[in-house]
């Protein structure tokens, strides 16, 4: 025996000694709780006695009850999986809730909320329809107006042609629109302090030359823009875009025409253009348009006075074409505040898609430009 057999045996003893008138009826218990396990496996050996044919009987009725457990446990297990999913399923929706009720909004905007989602989505897809919808008239509309634009043969009764009343009266409006006392005023602009900047360029030549045709072409598309503004109400972001386009590349064009030539001896004559020439994107920078423009004349007179220093004593004609660059973007400044202080100036008629057509094509510069608009003879 172990140790702690030993003394469970020398305890029995002693007890056995100490009550000498037990029977043997009572002491075969406590014999048997005090028993060593070599007594107590020859008690249960006659429990365990059976035949060789009970015994593998017995293990296959084990094995197939183990088998017909693991399977139940198996489908009570899915069973309590897909009850758990079934369950977070309801309570997802009241923990959304509830966290949006942590975060401030009230129980009633929750349930708008989450009632709107479908709304949304029917609501996106609605105006994806009408995108779609608009795209399809308009194309239609541009070439209904291609295919009336070449006049018709057919007239009236009364000899006249119906064709051609829409046709007078909106060459009548663009006449009006030409002659708007906002389109003069940027014309002196064009024929006074553009014309002299692009003369002294011309002196200049090489380089400045080069990059002082962007700022012409750049003038020119504003100049073909302005008419469009009081003849309509604001477009749309994606018709603006078109109608800006002429002017917002050649504003990159001058930027991309300095970085290209950064060992030039004119480097500050192209960064003076190139710093000051997007203030003719004044007309997306509403409301602020005139503090925009006015950051943009100090940023180029940086340049402007290095070369007025530079060239002060060796070429004065440096120095002054510096100086009419100012003058240009300083006129330019006061054309928008007189007009355009706070942003364009747009007209209240709603037009077409056939107007916005024609108005995108007529802002791209023409090789004619020059003549027409600044140098008039």
Known sequence: CSPPIHMGCRQSQEASKAEPAVTSTTAAPAAAVATSPAAEAAEAQPQTKESSFEKSSGANNTSSSTSNSGSGMRSSLDARVQAVQDRLEKVVPSLERLNLTAMGFKPDMVGMMHAGRDQNAR????????????????????????????????????????????????????????????????????????????????????EVQEVARYVQDAFVSARRFLPVVPQSREPGPKIMEDLLRPTFDCITKASEFRDSRRQSKYFNHLSAVSEGIPALSWMTMAPKVCPYIQELIDASEFHTNRIVVEFKEKDKLQAEWARSFVALLKALLAFVKAHHTTGCAWGTKVRSGTFWAKATAAVIPSAGDAQKFIFRS
């Open 123 to 206: 609501l996106a897809a609605l105006t994806e329809r009408l995108e779609k919808a608009t795209a399809a008239l308009e194309v239609a509309t541009e070439r209904s107006y291609g295919k009336s634009g070449g006049g018709s043969t057919g007239g009236t009764v009364g000899g006249g042609s119906s064709s051609h009343a829409p046709a007078s009266s909106t060459e009548a409006s663009e006449a009006e629109a030409e002659n708007h006392p906002m389109v003069l005023a940027f014309d002196e602009v064009l024929t006074g302090p553009l014309k002299t900047f692009l003369e002294l360029s011309a002196k200049v030549g090489g």
